[in-house]
């Protein structure tokens, strides 16, 4: 499976962005797609993950209410629409996947077996 972010960019404080993650090669009907960021000089962290089925999404506290995660499975694509970005959303984004991850696990970095190449999100003040 592979991974294709896109859809970075530099934006203001209060504007919205889309970043998108495309997937090929083998998924599942399971498939799992997170979204990750890594500010500099900080741990990555976890934003917001989807199962493809649509069962299933989880937020990150700091971005409840501002971020929303969706996916197109025909075209195995999933969204990360962010609003109201703030200053502290600014770092490179990361997609990963994974076709066997249970939901309690989908904020853990570690469990995902596929990575993308990251985009960056800039969010001036």
């Known amino acids: 499976v592979q991974l294709q972010a896109s859809g970075g960019g530099l934006v203001q404080a209060g504007d919205s962005l889309r970043v998108s993650c495309a997937a090929s090669?083998?998924?599942?009907?399971?498939?799992?797609t997170g979204w990750f960021r890594q500010a500099p000089g900080k741990e990555r962290e976890f934003v917001a993950a989807?199962?493809?089925?649509?069962?299933?999404?989880l937020y990150a506290d700091s971005v409840k209410g501002r971020f929303t995660i969706s996916r197109d499975s025909a075209k195995k694509t999933v969204y990360l629409q962010m609003n109201n970005l703030k200053a502290e959303d600014t770092a490179v984004y990361y997609c990963?996947?994974?076709?066997?991850?249970?939901?309690?696990?989908?904020?853990?970095?570690?469990?995902?077996?596929?990575w993308g190449q990251g985009t960056l999100v800039t969010v001036s003040s």
């Open positions: 090669g083998r998924t599942s009907s399971r498939f799992v």
């Open positions: 990963a996947g994974d076709k066997t991850l249970i939901t309690s696990s989908m904020p853990d970095y570690r469990q995902y077996d596929y």
């Open positions: 989807i199962r493809w089925t649509g069962a299933s999404s």
